[in-house]
């Protein structure tokens, strides 16, 4: 098993491009979720899923979009990037919502 | 909606010093759970505590739910600088029925001087 893939693993993006980070899992988890990493602020909830088709919203969604056509890929959209979200990214898979695998994680930097 | 407060938010200990972080919540928690991150790595899952007054170890580590449920902390014994990281305590959402939806504390910057 790969585990929880996210790719790419460093970004560049101007203010205003979008873009999508992509993550994959190969343990048929059902629940999946996005957070962010910033100095000082732990890890806060972006967006979450409890199965294909299914999400919500964490505590900060703003500026984000998600799917989840299946169970295996949960997809960050980045609407218009900004500096405030400037960033490390983290995709997290469970089998049951309570104990996550994270991936490798990706450092997204706006300018 | 939910809040963990995790303290402290750094701690410098010499190697052979023991080391505590704690975590508190306004509101009773169906569980909590311990995640450990080395420097530019990401959280890996220690441990998961669910019933009032839980104590577990795992070799050096001793995880401790409270009665209430409303806090919980993490003691390494005789700190080595394999321990060196930041140190995270996670809860479901309010009343523990959002499944996925977990809050994570601030996290414990954890030093260990050799």
């Known amino acids: 098993n790969a585990g929880v893939t996210q790719t790419p693993k460093f970004q560049v993006l101007k203010t205003g491009q979008s873009m999508t980070l992509q993550c994959a899992q190969d343990?048929?988890?059902?629940?999946m979720s996005w957070y962010r990493q910033d100095p000082g602020m732990g890890l806060r909830l972006i967006h979450y899923s409890v199965g294909a088709g299914i999400t919500d919203q964490g505590e900060v969604p703003n500026g984000y979009n998600v799917s989840r056509s299946t169970t295996e890929d949960f997809p960050l959209r980045l609407l218009s990037a900004a500096p405030s979200q400037t960033s490390v990214y983290f995709c997290?898979?469970?089998?049951?919502?309570?104990?996550?695998?994270f991936g490798s994680g990706t450092r997204l930097t706006v300018v | 909606g939910q809040q963990v407060m995790q303290i402290p938010q750094y701690q410098h200990v010499q190697e052979g010093e023991d080391f505590t972080t704690y975590c508190n919540s306004s509101?009773?928690?169906?569980?909590i759970q311990w995640y450990k991150q080395r420097p530019g790595g990401h959280p890996v899952f220690l441990i998961q505590l669910v019933k009032s007054g839980e104590v577990k170890k795992q070799k050096r580590l001793t995880f401790q739910f409270g009665e209430a449920k409303k806090n919980s902390s993490l003691h390494i014994t005789a700190t080595q600088t394999t321990d060196v990281g930041t140190y995270f305590c996670?809860?479901?959402?309010?009343?523990?029925?959002?499944?996925?939806?977990?809050?994570f504390g601030q996290g414990t910057i954890l030093t260990v001087h050799p």
């Open positions: 509101t009773t928690l169906s569980n």
């Open positions: 996670a809860a479901l959402g309010a009343g523990g029925t959002s499944y996925g939806k977990l809050t």
């Open positions: 343990m048929n988890h059902e629940y």
């Open positions: 997290a898979s469970s089998p049951t919502g309570l104990d996550y695998t």
